[in-house]
């Protein structure tokens, strides 16, 4: 069990690291980051004249 916990944990943290985040950050920090990264993209693609 203790094995177990271990792996969940390590996936836990290996996903923050993969976004480039700690476990500190707070998972509305994360949320705001990625919407402002979507409504850039949807400016770059509205600006070069896509949907």
Same mark, same amino acid.
């Given at each position: 069990? $203790?094995?177990? !916990? !271990?792996? =969940? &944990?390590? =996936?836990?943290?290996?996903?923050?690291?993969?976004? /480039?985040?700690?476990? !500190?950050?707070?998972?509305? @920090?994360?949320? +705001?980051?990625?919407? &402002? $990264? #979507? %409504? #850039? @993209?949807?400016? %770059?693609? +509205? @600006?070069? /004249? /896509?949907?």
């Amino acid at each position: 069990m $203790k094995d177990l !916990k !271990k792996l =969940i &944990e390590s =996936i836990y943290n290996a996903e923050y690291t993969y976004l /480039g985040y700690d476990r !500190k950050t707070t998972t509305s @920090k994360i949320i +705001s980051d990625f919407d &402002e $990264k #979507a %409504a #850039a @993209k949807q400016a %770059a693609i +509205s @600006k070069a /004249g /896509g949907d």
